[in-house]
């Protein structure tokens, strides 16, 4: 059974940084890809990225360039660094383990399992 747990969640101000990191127990290393997305208020759950298993990384347009997925496979820790945070990148942020898909045109990252999240808050 696939654990995750988030941490590194927090308050910071827009243009701060943050690192966010996954403790993944060891039945996530058969995971096709790791995530994370974001929920936000009176939003959808949504992608921010992932990161295949050999080691490709995807991001959604938004975070594109300030955000950086990345994994210690030694720790089998997923990590996340979030710098020129805005506003907008607020939410709570989860870890997700899963397969990778191909669905209309497009590789995408299908969670099978979640973590219980962590939030973070940017302020203007």
């Known amino acids: 059974q696939v654990q995750l747990v988030e941490s590194g969640g927090g308050s910071v101000q827009a243009g701060g940084s943050l690192r966010l990191s996954c403790a993944a127990s060891?039945?996530?290393?058969?995971?096709?890809?790791m995530a994370w997305f974001r929920k936000a208020p009176g939003k959808e759950r949504g992608l921010v990225a992932y990161?295949?298993?050999?080691?490709?990384?995807t991001y959604t347009d938004s975070v594109e360039g300030r955000f950086a997925i990345s994994k210690e496979n030694t720790k089998n820790i997923l990590y996340l660094e979030m710098s020129s945070l805005k506003p907008e990148d607020s939410g709570m942020y989860y870890c997700?383990?899963?397969?990778?898909?191909?669905?209309?045109?497009?590789?995408?990252?299908?969670?099978?399992?979640w973590g219980q999240g962590t939030q973070v808050t940017v302020s203007s």
């Open positions: 997700a383990a899963g397969r990778t898909l191909f669905s209309s045109g497009t590789w995408r990252c299908d969670p099978a399992s």
């Open positions: 990161r295949t298993r050999g080691g490709l990384t």
């Open positions: 060891e039945a996530a290393s058969d995971s096709d890809c």
